[in-house]
């Protein structure tokens, strides 16, 4: 089961539902690692499950997981996790040698290349464009198995100074992420008949419409161009004032992630790295994924001032 040199791939994928920037991806045919940093990978291992505490066989036929075995980054090594002793540790430690290698060699190389070209898109009630990606995957067989019903903003609130004007000249129930809340819900109305539909994008940002829900598939949406699909992954052209300043601020908020996205206009790109600099410490984690910088200054000079302020708490 050993892998032979080469037999690998590197790709990254989106973080999606909320949205949290991409996911660096190497893989081998027996072992898996993942970073959402590019320094940090979680080194994970195919292996069979013991069947019991005494490591008995299974009297039915089980199936090979990849199970967590440990972590990686170049100043410190491998350093590995608590394994159930039951497991073919021998082989799991071959394996998990095998991938650092390949992580010596290749995690130079990020961002790798995003390979996630199946989307499904929850579309817009009115027109039938899409309006908010809810999810991704490199493999059309996977399709069915993504389920999201609803999109969602962050897991956390985030800023709006024109939420909170909003907010101090209207009553407004308590809520501790009123500015989530919202978003989610303007996203909501404008898609309350939850049409979704998966498409697959072609390198020219085209998408090719695979799988849809019945009324979808009843109205036989056809093929769509790239200028119908959000290229910030959430649709910006709104009827109301405050849904379009609410989507701006959170544009802002989620910038230093945002940059992280690949094939950006460089002219969407410059804009992002003019607001990203405000979140010095989210750039400074983020920096070593962005595919492309306009304004390096822009971008090494928030970095700094991350270090120093990490510094200056210590």
Known sequence: MHNQPGDFQCYSIRRLNPFQGMVQIVRT????????????????????????????????????????FGSWNSDQGLTGVPANPLLNLTRMITESNHLVEILIGTSA??????????????????????????????????????????????????PSTHLQNYYSRHSVVADPTPNKHYLEEVIRQRTSRAMQCWFKRSKDGGGTPIFATTELATNNIGQLPAEAFPVLLLGDHWNNRLAESAVSDY?????????????????VRSELEILAVNRAFAVEACWRLYPKIIDRRMIDTARVAAKLARSSKI
């Open 29 to 68: 045919p027996n072992s898996l690692a993942t970073s959402i940093n590019g320094i940090d990978w979680d080194v994970q291992i195919l292996a069979e499950p013991p069947y019991d505490t005494w490591g008995l066989a299974s009297p039915i036929k089980t199936e090979y997981r990849f199970l967590r």
């Open 109 to 158: 190389q990020i961002p790798f290349p995003a390979t996630d070209r199946f989307e499904l898109w929850l579309m817009d009630d009115s027109d039938q464009q899409p309006r908010a990606l809810l999810a991704s995957t490199v493999d059309e067989d996977h399709l069915t198995a993504h389920t999201k019903s609803e999109w969602i903003a962050s897991t956390n609130e985030f």
């Open 251 to 267: 544009y802002a908020w989620l910038s230093p992630y945002l940059l992280t996205l690949q094939h950006l206009p460089d002219a």
